[in-house]
Nanobody
Framework: QVQLVESGGGLVQPGGSLRLSCAAS????????MGWYRQAPGKERELVAA???????NYADSVKGRFTISRDNAKNTVYLQMNSLKPEDTAVYYC??????????WGQGTQVTVSS
């Protein structure tokens, strides 16, 4: 069993910044990909950013140049630095981890609200 604990969400004004963190614990095997998804009200869950082990990150077009994903393999933690936030970034953000022989695991979600 893998637990993913997210933190860092909250309310921020347009143009502001937030940093999300997601720490994996429990029965952790080889982590291949760590990523972040988001789901806004009435919309489908979408990929925000993902970073494979030893590979280059990829981003949704809507966040390129504003968001940066990184990971600390020693801590089994993935981060999402979000700058120049816009109201349309408002959503619940979910951490996602894909491990060999286990598959995908999801965090419980953290709310990000961008509003003045």
């Amino acid at each position: 069993q893998v637990q993913l604990v997210e933190s860092g969400g909250g309310l921020v004004q347009p143009g502001g910044s937030l940093r999300l963190s997601c720490a994996a614990s429990g029965s952790i095997f080889s982590i291949n990909v760590m990523g972040w998804y988001r789901q806004a009200p009435g919309k489908e869950r979408e990929l925000v950013a993902a970073i494979p082990s030893g590979g280059r990150p990829n981003y949704a077009d809507s966040v390129k140049g504003r968001f940066t994903i990184s990971r600390d393999n020693a801590k089994n933690t993935v981060y999402l630095q979000m700058n120049s936030l816009k109201p349309e970034d408002t959503a619940v953000y979910y951490c996602n981890v894909i491990m060999t022989m286990v598959g995908a695991s999801w965090g419980q979600g953290t709310q990000v609200t961008v509003s003045s």
